[in-house]
């Protein structure tokens, strides 16, 4: 079992940064696959960053790429995404997941979810 727990969250204007963090509890985090999904009112949750158990492997959402950063530190069992140049489209309930089996871009490749943490971007 994994439990996950979202921060950082918060408003920031266009242009702004934020870094959310999700803090897992369990003795494998270290062997999971970790990724930040969203969910803004009346859509469906999008994927939008995962990095790899060994941090070998990143990949972002078109939406994302080079504005947001995933990293994770094992030794602290958290992962973490730093999102600079912030636009009102990033606007969401920012989720953490966790799954065993590998990177995957897709909901169902998750096993673990947290409780999500509201990001807002005001225009």
């Known amino acids: 079992q994994v439990q996950l727990v979202e921060s950082g969250g918060g408003l920031v204007q266009a242009g702004g940064s934020l870094r959310l963090s999700c803090a897992a509890s369990?003795?494998?985090?270290?062997?999971?696959?970790m990724a930040w999904f969203r969910q803004a009112p009346g859509k469906e949750r999008e994927f939008v960053a995962v990095?790899?158990?060994?941090?070998?492997?990143?990949g972002y959402a078109n939406s994302v790429k080079g504005r947001f950063t995933i990293s994770r530190d094992n030794a602290k069992n958290t992962v973490y995404l730093e999102m600079n140049s912030l636009k009102p489209d990033d606007t969401a309930v920012y989720y953490c997941?966790?799954?065993?089996?590998?990177?995957?871009?897709?909901?169902?490749?998750?096993?673990?979810w947290g409780q999500g943490t509201q990001v807002t971007v005001s225009s």
């Open positions: 369990g003795r494998t985090f270290s062997s999971y696959a």
């Open positions: 997941a966790a799954g065993r089996l590998g990177v995957a871009d897709t909901v169902t490749g998750y096993d673990y």
């Open positions: 990095i790899s158990w060994n941090i070998g492997n990143r």
